[in-house]
């Protein structure tokens, strides 16, 4: 078992670090978790031993938690030194939730790319969501077994019976749901635990299965090796990308019981003889600290080298230090404390051991957060003079901006920067059901002056800003309806079908609410070029509105860079030239608006590149505000700053003006 380990923890490191690929290493490891579980706890109900559940998760967890404690604080140690403030927080949210077996859950909820080509962008914590799900599984699965023991004594059935049914059950209940959650939305799918479940069904079954699969010793040597092969290429053959986990996932896990399957055959042929070699073995008893330390190690150097990719070199001395971080981890981490019989003879002592690892963590990430915190809530607590933004462009303005007055967003929470408004009310805005996750509100108080729909990608989203500002002053109820990635726009050429559900959906629903005022972006910008187009079919979606006395008000796109402008800020702080491009090198000398005429009164466009891009230049900050959140997102505080310059662009606009 510890050689097929070997050969998934080295599938998982070598394609995440060279390939940039899921490898089905991860399921493997899943399916051999539950086996083993299976294995024991068969063998503890058959035996007539209590079963001890308190026991058996202190054990577990007194077993896992320590190179977890480790691997964590050295991610957080690197991360002050290497990683840019911004991302701190984010780096302190997943330290939490991987040492609480939580990470799944938060990846999924933040609908993270897994498949991201610039792993320097990801998390160094973020290959703990496999963790979190097998801890969330070592919890439940001993329950099971119990209830099944519970169930063959009560009504006197065979305890094998009955675990053949419960996991049987589970095995079919959630693989179906895996396949129906991964074809929706499969962002979430690859971190949710209910989509995994059915591996681990899968391992326990073939526990209960493996004493009467007695093949023919030939058969079991064409088994392994087709088991290996299959495993090996998995990750190259299948769509992992689009179709993970899913029934695809069948795959990795059909393989690796192909080779249980196959077992020792005791042939010189056999794949049992290369699994069983020593530094396959050893490599085994080092693969749950190498799979822990391999994705830091990845992501904290690319972090420091600003690269993409390792290349082949780098690759292999991002091994060589993953493997040596990984044995001293083994060595003085993990064996130690599991051959500490002093914890074992009493629940107290695991306890307090799991407590110490608990706050060894907890009090450097409690301090550090409670610190950023501060330092957070201390710049807001400036008054606006400190933080002028756009309005330090406005004629006559006088620069009141204090000598110690910090530049917000505040940097440790500058990732967080966007609009958050609550989720939609069903009620009060009569959204439908398939558009609730894309909506949002801001609702006036009584009776709304006007009611206003703000729709597009994540740029509309920002943009709402400015739109919420306007609303609170003027009393209007503020819908937001936001699928990120999504221009607002019908199907086209490089229109996603969900984009074009998306556009169709939420065009309907516009229809039926007949707002006062529809708010989107009207072109698309493109990365560090003066590209800019039109949004695909956009005059005719302004005469359809307009057809229902709906006026829209297409807003201009902002300028995208091709470097992430807080990087470049902490990088050149003391000369912010690098990050200060300019403007005829991002804006095209004429706008895509110029020429637009849908031939309706009820259409007006808003341009605020001159307020973004002041003079010649694209400057970084401006009015002691950052402009941009990364390469892309005017940041919601200078929206809110370019509040008056806005609302200037909609003069003369009828259905905005106060009644």
């Given at each position: 078992m510890q050689g097929l380990r070997a050969l998934a923890v080295l599938m998982v490191v070598s394609y995440h670090v060279w390939f940039g690929r899921v490898s089905g290493g991860v399921d493997v490891f899943l399916l051999i978790s539950a086996f083993l579980l299976a294995l024991s706890f068969l063998r503890k109900a058959e035996s007539g031993k209590p079963l001890d559940l308190a026991r058996h998760w202190l054990h577990q967890f007194k077993r896992l938690l320590p190179a977890v404690v480790v691997v964590i604080l050295g991610v957080l140690a690197a991360t002050y030194v290497l990683v840019p403030k911004y991302r701190w927080l984010d780096i302190i949210e997943q330290s939490w939730a991987s040492l609480l077996y939580v990470q799944n859950w938060v990846l999924a909820s933040n609908s993270v790319d897994y498949y991201a080509d610039d792993h320097s962008a990801a998390s160094p914590l973020q290959h703990f969501w496999s963790l979190s799900v097998q801890g969330q599984v070592f919890i439940l699965w001993p329950l099971l077994f119990l209830a099944s023991s519970l169930l063959a004594r009560r009504f006197q059935l065979k305890f094998r019976g009955v675990v053949l049914l419960v996991f049987g059950a589970l095995f079919v209940a959630s693989l179906a749901f895996s396949i129906w959650e991964t074809y929706t939305n499969q962002a979430y799918a690859y971190f949710d635990t209910r989509a995994r479940l059915w591996e681990f069904a899968?391992?326990?079954?073939?526990?209960?299965?493996?004493?009467?699969?007695?093949?023919?010793?030939?058969?079991?040597?064409?088994?392994?090796?087709?088991?290996?092969?299959?495993?090996?290429?998995?990750?190259?053959?299948?769509?992992?990308?689009?179709?993970?986990?899913?029934?695809?996932?069948?795959?990795?896990?059909?393989?690796?019981?192909?080779?249980?399957?196959?077992?020792?055959?005791?042939?010189?042929?056999?794949?049992?003889?290369?699994?069983?070699?020593?530094?396959?073995?050893?490599?085994?008893?080092?693969?749950?600290?190498?799979?822990?330390?391999?994705?830091?190690?990845?992501?904290?150097?690319?972090?420091?080298?600003?690269?993409?990719?390792?290349?082949?070199?780098?690759?292999?001395?991002?091994?060589?230090?993953?493997?040596?971080?990984?044995?001293?981890?083994?060595?003085?981490?993990?064996?130690?404390?599991?051959r500490l019989t002093w914890a074992d003879?009493?629940?107290?002592?695991?306890?307090?051991?799991?407590?110490?690892?608990?706050?060894?963590?907890?009090?450097?990430?409690?301090?550090?957060?409670?610190?950023?915190?501060?330092?957070a809530a201390r710049a807001a607590a400036q008054t606006s003079a400190d933080n002028p933004g756009a309005v330090s462009l406005l004629p006559g303005y006088r620069n009141e901006i204090s000598e110690d007055a910090v530049t917000l967003p505040e940097l440790s929470s500058i990732k967080g920067d966007f609009p958050r408004l609550e989720a939609c009310d069903a009620t009060a805005t009569g959204i439908p059901a398939d558009l609730a996750d894309s909506c949002t509100q801001r609702l006036a108080e009584g009776e709304p002056s006007r009611t206003i729909v703000v729709v597009g990608n994540s740029h509309a989203q920002h943009m709402s800003a400015a739109v919420v500002s306007l609303a609170e002053k003027h009393n209007w109820t503020v819908i937001d309806l936001i699928s990120l990635g999504c221009v607002f726009g019908p199907a086209g050429p490089d229109t996603t079908p969900e984009c074009a559900d998306f556009f169709e959906r939420s065009s309907a629903y516009i229809e039926d609410l007949e707002p006062d005022a529809v708010f989107t972006i009207a072109t698309k910008t493109q990365f560090g070029s003066t590209a800019e187009t039109l949004v695909p079919d956009f005059e005719n979606t302004v005469r359809r509105y307009a057809a229902r006395g709906i006026q829209v008000i297409g807003v201009r796109d902002n300028p995208r860079f091709e470097f992430n402008m807080p990087d470049c800020i902490q990088e050149h702080e003391d000369a912010l030239e690098p990050c200060t491009p300019a403007k005829a090198d991002l804006v095209p000398a004429v706008s895509p608006l110029d020429a637009l005429d849908p031939g309706t009164p009820l259409y007006r466009s808003v341009?605020?590149?001159?307020?973004?891009?002041?003079?010649?230049?694209?400057?970084?900050?401006?009015?002691?505000?950052?402009?941009?959140?990364?390469?892309?997102?005017?940041?919601?505080?200078?929206?809110?700053?370019?509040?008056?310059?806005f609302e200037e662009r909609l003069v003369g606009v009828p259905a905005l003006e106060t009644a």
């Open positions: 899968f391992g326990t079954l073939l526990a209960l299965a493996l004493p009467f699969l007695r093949l023919p010793r030939s058969l079991r040597i064409v088994a392994g090796w087709v088991g290996v092969v299959a495993m090996l290429s998995g990750g190259f053959l299948l769509d992992v990308q689009g179709q993970f986990p899913g029934y695809v996932a069948l795959w990795p896990v059909v393989a690796a019981a192909l080779v249980i399957v196959a077992g020792q055959t005791g042939s010189p042929f056999g794949v049992d003889r290369y699994l069983s070699a020593g530094p396959l073995v050893r490599m085994g008893d080092l693969s749950y600290a190498l799979y822990l330390w391999h994705w830091p190690v990845l992501v904290l150097a690319l972090i420091w080298q600003d690269r993409p990719t390792p290349g082949v070199l780098g690759g292999l001395l991002v091994i060589a230090v993953s493997l040596v971080l990984a044995y001293l981890t083994m060595r003085f981490v993990e064996r130690p404390l599991r003879k009493r629940r107290r002592r695991a306890v307090i051991v799991l407590a110490v690892c608990l706050g060894l963590v907890a009090a450097p990430l409690a301090g550090w957060q409670q610190n950023l915190q501060a330092q341009d605020m590149t001159d307020v973004i891009c002041p003079g010649v230049t694209c400057p970084p900050i401006i009015g002691n505000v950052y402009v941009y959140i990364d390469n892309n997102h005017v940041s919601a505080t200078y929206w809110r700053t370019m509040v008056s310059q």
